[in-house]
């Protein structure tokens, strides 16, 4: 019963999922054991202000931190649907946040940027209550939310205007995330952003120096945000002399990439291993 319970979520989820996929079907398939979670800790004072933190069970010393932003379009998105997110990495003894930020129509650009800071902010000061290293924190997100994570590095007034800095960013893990996305031609992320053409509201835009150790994935069969993107970047951030380890998975697509992590789909791409790797290097 367990496993056809398993396949009909996945099966669901593929069929209807779009940029926020770990639906709350898909958390039918996640163990709840070897971690626990203090949920719905406010970062500031909107209901969307909010994280969830995955705690490894006997935890021995502080552990690195992974804070991470799902996708959904700057338009939608819960952080209890990243239940599998959270157990891949706790289950791993590493400490994880997933955070909720405001979205459009509450909200446009650059406002998510701003909540994304704060989080991080938020966390620097609480974490090491929960078994984490307030100094090895990873910024970490999908699609739209690697988008956020790449401005909080990229532009870093939004960190300093929460109170923070950049140098305390460990490192930025980005997955299928658009930074070099311009002309947008979708009505509404028109409308998020601006306008179709506005080159300030690109990652890439504001890499103008060493930035910190990123690794970068994608896969070569992403139609929603290209590749790319992810080529684009790391060329720029090598330009100077960031450290970028770049995975471009095969036949993976932009939802494909983001399922990888979840429990029966880890073989699809050595995602999870590889921030696992990148994490415990840095």
């Known amino acids: 019963m367990r496993s056809f319970r398993a396949l009909a979520a996945i099966v669901l989820v593929l069929a209807f999922g779009g940029c926020s996929t770990m639906a709350p079907v898909l958390n039918l398939l996640i163990s709840r054991s070897g971690y626990h979670v203090a949920e719905d800790l406010a970062y500031g004072s909107d209901p969307r202000q909010k994280l969830d933190v995955y705690v490894p069970d006997h935890l021995t010393g502080n552990r690195p931190v992974i ?9 939608n998105g819960r952080k209890e649907d990243y239940v599998a997110f959270g157990e891949s ?27 994304g800071a704060s989080a991080f902010s938020y966390l620097r000061a609480h974490i090491a209550q929960y078994g984490g290293d307030p100094d090895r924190i990873f910024l970490c997100g999908h699609s739209a939310g690697a988008y956020i994570a790449m401005m909080l590095a990229a532009d870093p007034h939004y960190l300093d205007e929460a109170g923070a800095k950049l140098s305390q960013v460990r490192g930025v893990i980005g997955i299928a995330g658009p930074y070099d996305f311009l002309p947008l031609t979708d009505p509404t992320l028109i409308t998020i952003f601006g306008g179709a053409r506005r080159q300030d509201t690109q990652p890439i835009s504001y890499v103008d120096g060493k930035r910190p150790p990123m690794l970068l994935a994608t896969g070569d069969a992403d139609q929603t945000v290209g590749p790319g993107n992810t080529v684009r970047l790391a060329a720029k951030l090598r330009s100077f002399g960031s450290p970028v380890d770049v995975h471009v998975y095969p036949g993976i697509s932009h939802v494909g990439i983001i399922l990888s992590i979840a429990p029966m789909l880890r073989g699809n791409t050595t995602l999870r291993q590889d921030i696992i790797t990148f994490v415990n290097a840095n």
């Open 67 to 75: 804070l991470f932003f799902y996708g959904g379009s700057w338009q």
């Open 89 to 115: 990495f706790a289950t791993k003894n590493i400490v994880v946040a997933i955070a909720d930020y405001r979205v459009y129509p509450q909200v446009r650009y650059p406002d998510f940027v701003r909540d």
